[in-house]
Nanobody, 121 residues
Framework: VQLQASGGGLVQAEGSLKLSCADS????????VAWFRQAPGKEREFVAA????????NYADSVKGRFTISRDNAKNTVYLQMNSLKFEDTAVYYC???????????????WGQGTQVTVSS
């Protein structure tokens, strides 16, 4: 599994962005995938996760109702649609793959590089 995150950028508050996480080796269809984020000076935190077949999703309370995680296994890609963005969503966003869609960092063996999301107020 080799993950590549993309789609970050600068957006105004209340705007939207869609992040993508692609597996260049086309092997993560049997893995759960999660998004985490890390703001400057803060620990990396869970954002959302999706099971291998998309049947189970879970979200951090801070993003429920605003973010949606989805996947297209035919394209070996997982998405994170982010709406109603807030200044506090500013962070580097990382995707990760593992056996189960859990909120703990330790549950994920494979990590992609981050993509910066900056929300201006």
């Amino acid at each position: 599994v080799q993950l590549q995150a993309s789609g970050g950028g600068l957006v105004q508050a209340e705007g939207s962005l869609k992040l993508s996480c692609a597996d260049s080796r086309r092997t993560f269809t049997n893995n759960a995938v999660a998004w985490f984020r890390q703001a400057p000076g803060k620990e990396r935190e869970f954002v959302a996760a999706i099971s291998w077949n998309g049947g189970i999703t879970n979200y951090a309370d801070s993003v429920k109702g605003r973010f949606t995680i989805s996947r297209d296994n035919a394209k070996n890609t997982v998405y994170l649609q982010m709406n109603s963005l807030k200044f506090e969503d500013t962070a580097v966003y990382y995707c990760a793959a593992g056996l189960r869609s859990v909120p703990q960092l330790s549950g994920y063996r494979y990590w992609g590089q981050g993509t910066q999301v900056t929300v201006s107020s």
